[in-house]
T-cell receptor, first 115, second 109 residues
Framework: ETGVTQTPRHLVMGMTNKKSLKCEQH?????MYWYKQSAKKPLELMFV???????ENNSVPSRFSPECPNSSHLFLHLHTLQPEDSALYLC??????????????FGEGSWLTVV | EDQVTQSPEALRLQEGESSSLNCSYT??????LFWYRQDPGKGPEFLFT???AGEEKEKERLKATLTKKESFLHITAPKPEDSATYLC??????????FGKGTTLSVSS
């Protein structure tokens, strides 16, 4: 099931730049997520929004700032990043945050390189 | 502490050589166990959800099974296009999905 769109697919930014990642879901879901995927590591949950309200922030540095204006759109604002922040950033959505068998559907990801 | 461990880390098979991937977990209050497939440079693609021990699900050459402590993803007569990283995740009560590191499968013809 596709329906989660992420832009841009690739982003190269300097450590002093400010940029944003955008995610849009067309599945009618109420929960949206940002995950970080680095080599040799499990997917790391960064933020969760349920009905536009942030429900989880997994000790993410303040240089990452999420925004969820409505249930269909999610942004990740980036500023003053470090080279170790280079990774694949995945947006995902699900019908709700909790509940039995709450399947999460992912977008294609945004490859971020910090130079 | 809730944990998900996948093994092996990497698996190389010949076309037609059946095998299994393992996902062992320790969570309190399992709400579901999920399998995803991820191709290089792409987001994970949902495959299966399993809810209770004894449950099985099939899709083409893939079959997922669940016990109280682990899940297996059986691949029967794999083809090169089955090459990918397979991710396992569990959902416990009141939490988001917890993912394992994945098993990278390579199938050669």
């Amino acid at each position: 099931e596709t329906g989660v769109t992420q832009t841009p697919r690739h982003l190269v930014m300097g450590m002093t730049n400010k940029k944003s990642l955008k995610c849009e879901q067309h599945l009618g879901h109420n929960a949206m997520y940002w995950y970080k995927q680095s080599a040799k590591k499990p997917l790391e949950l960064m933020f969760v929004y349920n009905f536009k309200e942030q429900t989880e922030n997994n000790s993410v540095p303040s240089r990452f700032s999420p925004e969820c204006p409505n249930s269909s759109h999610l942004f990740l604002h980036l500023h003053t990043l470090q080279p170790e922040d280079s990774a694949l950033y995945l947006c995902a959505s699900s019908r709700a945050y909790e509940g039995l068998g709450n399947t999460i559907y992912f977008g294609e990801g945004s490859w971020l390189t910090v130079v | 502490e809730d944990q998900v461990t996948q093994s092996p880390e990497a698996l190389r098979l010949q076309e037609g050589e059946s095998s299994s991937l393992n996902c062992s977990y320790t969570v309190s209050g399992l709400r579901g166990l999920f399998w995803y497939r991820q191709d290089p440079g792409k987001g994970p693609e949902f495959l299966f959800t399993l809810y209770s021990a004894g449950e099985e699900k099939e899709k083409e050459r893939l079959k997922a099974t669940l016990t109280k402590k682990e899940s297996f993803l059986h691949i029967t007569a794999p083809k090169p296009e089955d090459s990918a990283t397979y991710l396992c995740a569990v959902q416990a009560e009141g939490t988001a999905l917890i993912f394992g590191k994945g098993t990278t499968l390579s199938v050669s013809s």
